[in-house]
C-alpha cells in the first residue's frame, strides 16, 4: 500500500497544505499517523477521499453536505435512495440558485439600459437606483 506525505498528496490532489489541514479538522480527511518525527502519512485511500471531496465540490455540494454523503456510506440502513435524494435536494438548490441569477441578471439589464455611459457619475441613473434601492 503506497503511504503519502502530507506534500504529496496535496500535490497530487491539486490543493495546498493548508486544504489538506483543514480537511483532516473538520473530518472530511482521517486523521493520518505520524512517523516517529512527526510527520503524517496518510493511506492511498486518502487521495480517493480528496479526489470524492474535490469532484463533489465541483458539483455544487457544500463541505458539510459532502461530509454527510461520506457519512451515508458507512451508515447501517443507509440506502441508494439516501443518496439520491440528496442529491435531488442539492439540483433543487442549483434551480433556485438560477432561478436567483436570472432574477439578478434581469435587474442589471434594467439597469443598464438606464445609462448611456456619457454623462457626469453624479447623475448615473445605475448609481441612482441603487441609491433609491430598485
Known amino acids: 500500500?503506497?503511504?503519502?506525505?502530507?506534500?504529496?498528496?496535496?500535490?497530487?490532489?491539486?490543493?495546498?497544505?493548508e486544504t489538506i489541514r483543514y480537511y483532516e479538522r473538520v473530518g472530511?480527511?482521517?486523521?493520518?499517523?505520524?512517523?516517529?518525527?512527526?510527520?503524517?502519512?496518510?493511506?492511498?485511500?486518502a487521495q480517493h477521499r480528496l479526489r470524492f471531496v474535490k469532484r463533489a465540490q465541483e458539483l455544487g455540494f457544500s463541505l458539510r453536505e459532502i461530509k454527510e454523503l461520506l457519512a451515508l456510506r458507512i451508515e447501517p440502513g443507509k440506502t441508494r435512495a439516501d443518496i439520491r435524494e440528496r442529491t435531488r435536494a442539492k439540483i433543487e438548490d442549483i434551480d433556485q440558485k438560477l432561478r436567483t441569477l436570472?432574477?439578478?441578471?434581469?435587474?442589471?439589464?434594467?439597469?443598464?439600459?438606464?445609462?448611456?455611459g456619457d454623462g457626469a457619475v453624479s447623475d448615473c441613473p445605475i448609481l441612482e437606483a441603487l441609491d433609491r434601492g430598485d
Open 102 to 116: 436570472r432574477g439578478m441578471k434581469r435587474a442589471l439589464t434594467k439597469l443598464i439600459a438606464s445609462c448611456h
Open 1 to 17: 500500500m503506497k503511504r503519502l506525505t502530507i506534500g504529496e498528496l496535496a500535490r497530487q490532489g491539486g490543493v495546498n497544505l
Open 28 to 45: 472530511l480527511l482521517p486523521k493520518p499517523p505520524r512517523t516517529a518525527n512527526g510527520y503524517r502519512i496518510f493511506p492511498d485511500e
